[in-house]
């Protein structure tokens, strides 16, 4: 009986640690993702268990070759909302690729309690050059205002017509951004088109500020958004030592023209005049 009791009790055992464990699933909503492509990861978490869990953390760990846009990085961190039992709960998480060099770009997601999630479940994004050409380049201006010219062309290689060609510039809310964004409705194969943004930055910038130029289009596989950062470098130098420097300019200006003036009036006092016959 005893024996039968143990056994029974071990079987139980057995069944909690298995039913209290968590499902992991990465899937990836894009089939492929070409270089500056914006695209969206699904991280599903199924609670197999009987007991709501809570303080659940993951961790994302991407290979070369693509980041989070959320910080710009290969590591990302984000808590997992409330597992109820037996429900799955999905996450999507943003992704860009920055090149497609390789084909498929690993992804690791590390899951469990914030102080270990020593679990792990591996992945990949499949990456493929896209059948388009996109040349950027972006030119500061300086003078009575602090000018930005944001050169965008796109050229259609892809065999087909794409459609609903969009692209738009985003700035600090500072920048004042002159020019509406490209809408399109279709370019034919082999064609291409050309855009210029005018961005206005004020007088005062400092540092170095980014802005992000995003563009999209549809083609037979859907729609596709892309995302480029630039940025931009401003150096006004200190405004202490630029005042301390301006006012000793003014003195130097002032000494000087002080200095002429008296070699003016000491040359008037030495004129000798002519003896007349």
Do not use: C, W
């Amino acid at each position: 009986m005893l024996k039968i009791m143990s056994s029974s009790l071990l079987l139980l055992l057995l069944v909690s640690v298995v039913s209290a464990g968590v499902l992991v699933e990465i899937t990836p909503e894009e089939k492929v993702l070409g270089e500056n492509e914006i695209g969206f990861v699904t991280i599903g978490f199924l609670n197999n268990g009987n007991q709501i869990i809570n303080n659940y953390y993951m961790r994302l760990e991407a290979s070369e070759g693509m980041i989070f846009p959320e910080n710009k990085s290969t590591s990302l961190i984000l808590p997992v909302a409330e597992l109820k039992p037996f429900e799955l709960n999905e996450m999507k998480v943003k992704v860009k690729v920055l090149s497609t060099k390789k084909e498929n770009i690993n992804l690791l997601v590390y899951y469990g309690e914030q102080e270990k999630m020593d679990s792990v479940i591996g992945g990949f994004v499949t990456t493929q050059p896209r059948q388009i050409n996109v040349k950027t380049n972006v030119k500061k201006i300086s003078g009575e205002t602090e000018k930005v010219i944001l050169s965008f062309q796109l050229t259609n290689h892809t065999g087909e017509d794409i459609t609903k060609i969009a692209a738009e510039v985003i700035a600090p809310n500072y920048f004042e951004i002159k020019t509406e964004p490209l809408l399109l409705a279709s370019l034919p194969d082999n064609n291409l088109i050309l855009k210029e943004f005018e961005i206005l930055a004020p007088l005062s910038i400092d540092g170095e500020q980014e802005i992000v130029l995003s563009y999209g289009y549809f083609d037979s596989n859907g729609p596709h958004y892309f995302e480029e950062n630039f940025t931009l470098s401003y150096d006004r130098g200190n405004p202490y030592f630029l005042g301390i420097i301006g006012v000793i300019i003014l003195i130097i200006a002032v000494v000087l023209y002080l200095n002429r003036k008296r070699v003016k009036n000491d040359e008037k006092h030495n004129v000798k005049g002519t003896k007349k016959d």
